[in-house]
């Protein structure tokens, strides 16, 4: 008498039993594909906060150059750029860069603190937004003239042999 074999059938529309847990399923196929997203998001969002410099992949230490020469940070320009009671605009740092009186150099962030427009200009002794009409002093960034109620935020940075770097 021939026995009978345990072998187990695959029917269609049904999984074999011994198949791992979420594997080659649709699902597993899913729950694996989320799970790596969510890898990658915390990995591009969970930085060091090392970079305050914006990512402009400098030599890693995170703004404090303080004095020192060969310093990681953004290079600007020159200083001789900078007129004393003025200032510029680094639209592509973000950054605006003044000189309150000689040798005195201060950097605030370009975005107004009232709608996020950039600013437009330094004239007059104030930081001036196109979009609403907002000034800001270049002494030290407070509000001159509404309808911003917050002053811009202050950047470092360095300014050796006549180059402004941020920090």
Same mark, same amino acid.
């Given at each position: 008498?021939?026995?009978?074999?345990?072998?187990?059938?695959?029917?269609?529309?049904?999984?074999?039993?011994?198949?791992?847990?979420?594997?080659?399923?649709?699902?597993?196929?899913?729950?694996?594909?989320?799970? $790596?997203?969510?890898?990658?998001?915390?990995?591009? @969002?969970?930085?060091?906060?090392?970079?305050?410099?914006?990512?402009?992949?400098?030599?890693?230490?995170?703004?404090?150059?303080?004095?020192?020469?060969?310093?990681?940070?953004?290079?600007?320009?020159?200083? $001789?750029?900078?007129?004393?009671?003025?200032?510029?605009?680094?639209?592509?740092?973000?950054?605006?860069? @003044?000189? &309150?009186?000689?040798?005195?150099?201060?950097?605030?962030?370009?975005?107004?603190?009232?709608?996020? @427009?950039?600013?437009?200009?330094?004239?007059?002794?104030?930081?001036?937004?196109? @979009?609403?009409?907002?000034?800001?002093?270049? $002494?030290?960034?407070?509000?001159?003239?509404? &309808?911003?109620?917050?002053?811009?935020?202050?950047?470092?940075?360095?300014?050796?042999?006549?180059?402004?770097?941020?920090?």
């Amino acid at each position: 008498m021939p026995q009978e074999s345990e072998t187990q059938v695959d029917e269609p529309g049904r999984a074999p039993q011994d198949a791992p847990a979420g594997g080659g399923t649709r699902r597993g196929l899913l729950v694996g594909a989320g799970l $790596a997203g969510i890898a990658g998001l915390a990995a591009a @969002c969970g930085g060091s906060g090392d970079d305050e410099a914006g990512g402009s992949g400098g030599g890693g230490n995170g703004g404090a150059s303080g004095g020192r020469q060969g310093g990681g940070g953004t290079a600007l320009g020159s200083a $001789a750029e900078i007129p004393v009671g003025g200032g510029k605009v680094f639209k592509d740092a973000k950054v605006v860069v @003044c000189q &309150p009186t000689q040798g005195e150099f201060k950097a605030y962030s370009s975005k107004c603190t009232h709608r996020g @427009c950039d600013v437009g200009s330094v004239s007059g002794g104030t930081i001036n937004c196109p @979009c609403h009409g907002s000034k800001f002093k270049i $002494a030290d960034g407070s509000v001159a003239n509404p &309808p911003a109620d917050e002053p811009l935020e202050e950047k470092r940075i360095t300014v050796q042999g006549g180059k402004i770097t941020l920090a």
